[in-house]
């Protein structure tokens, strides 16, 4: 049970943003959200976590709900290089990462 | 380089044939954990170890079996395999708390 939701697929024209959501509605208050990527071939990659706050680093930005129960990961120019299986987790952070079915982002030159 | 790493990258073998993938992090990880990756159903976690000598049952424990004896070290293997157990196998270590994973490049297995 990957206690989220995310959509199947999503399409992006390359360089311009790209919004992914993620639901968790049943997030409970310890809960993390953890974001991770996995490019074809390769195994899955950190992106970015959070727990109330909005967060960012290089690779993207992480827009948390004020009730926790959804979110949002924002790469701000797609690249053809960001095309990729993208996961959202939630999860304590003692606990092993469930991961789900993530959304496959397609990016169009 | 902080890595984790996987032998065999690549594996046929036949059906009861008794393997053993290794898994090695040289990061000084407590967590470890193996998952399996089969089209249309994403990752499965099938064992983890939060430290050494202790292992816990992810979702798909079925058919495996896992050691942690060393901190760095966390071998799956596969008693009896069968055809079903064809998967792409994907290691990876972390230290305790909301941290990031490092996975290895995964190992792909055909059992005939």
């Known amino acids: 049970d990957a206690k989220t939701t995310q959509p199947n697929s999503m399409e992006s024209n390359e360089e311009e943003p790209v919004h992914l959501p993620c639901n968790h509605s049943?997030?409970?208050?310890?809960?993390?959200i953890h974001w991770y990527r996995q490019l074809p071939s390769q195994g899955p990659e950190y992106v970015i976590h959070g727990l109330t706050s909005n967060v960012n680093n290089r690779m993207a930005s992480l827009a948390i709900a004020e009730d926790r129960k959804s979110s949002t990961l924002i790469l701000h120019r797609a690249t053809l290089r960001d095309a990729a299986v993208y996961y959202c987790i939630r999860g304590p952070g003692n606990t092993p990462l469930v991961f789900g079915k993530g959304t496959r982002l397609s990016v169009i030159a | 380089e902080a890595q984790v790493t996987q032998n065999p990258r690549y594996l046929i073998t036949v059906t009861g044939k008794k393997l053993t993938v290794t898994c090695s992090q040289n990061m000084n990880h407590e967590y470890m954990s193996w998952y399996r990756q089969d089209p249309g159903l994403g990752l499965r976690q099938i064992y983890y170890s939060m430290n050494v000598e202790v292992t816990d049952k992810g979702d798909v424990p079925e058919g495996y079996k896992v050691s942690r004896k060393e901190k760095r070290n966390f071998p799956l293997i596969l008693e009896s395999p069968s055809p079903n157990q064809t998967s792409l196998y994907f290691c990876a270590s972390r230290p305790p708390g909301p941290r990031e994973q490092y996975f290895g490049p995964g190992t792909r297995l055909t059992v005939t």
């Open positions: 049943t997030i409970s208050g310890t809960d993390y």
